[in-house]
């Protein structure tokens, strides 16, 4: 009779521990960002993305053909703009700025937009076929066409 009762008392003990370790992972994030197909939803990779992490796009602009920079951070699990980087004005490129972001020059002319602060709610870019686009993620950079191909409508979210 005591092995019994000692035996479901350890089987209860277990269970309340695994029980209360469920619930602490399911209260971490673990995001990631992940690249699709924006067509057929194909999977493309998956990066891992803390809170609070960043990540840029950088391509060469098509129309003034300068280089850009877009800088996002991962803010509550939403993809946020936070700044881009770019060498002139044009079609596609702030012209005018919000009042509450901030306009800084770099050593080589740059211009650097910081402090932007805008949710995107929909991230999708095309992969250029004259034009790469360069994906940085945790010190990595991505050939973007390489991983999607020409033409790619790649989609970016958190999850």
Request: some cysteine; hydrophobic content about 40%.
């Amino acid at each position: 009779m005591k092995k019994t009762r000692t035996k479901l008392l350890l089987i209860t003990a277990a269970i309340l521990i695994a029980a209360v370790i469920s619930i602490v992972m399911a209260g971490q994030r673990s995001d990631r960002l992940i690249l699709t197909d924006a067509d057929t939803g194909k999977v493309y990779a998956r990066y891992p993305l803390a809170e609070g992490a960043c990540f840029s796009v950088a391509f060469q602009h098509s129309v003034n053909k300068t280089p850009v920079e877009e800088i996002y951070e991962n803010r509550g699990g939403r993809i946020v703009l936070t700044g881009c980087i770019y060498y002139s004005f044009g079609a596609g490129v702030a012209e005018e700025l919000d009042p509450s972001w901030t306009l800084s020059y770099g050593e080589n002319g740059e211009m650097i937009l910081s402090d932007i602060n805008l949710p995107m709610n929909d991230l999708t870019y095309v992969v250029g076929t004259v034009y790469d686009h360069m994906l940085t993620i945790g010190g990595e950079q991505v050939n973007l066409r390489a991983l999607c191909g020409r033409n790619s409508r790649v989609h970016f979210e958190i999850s």
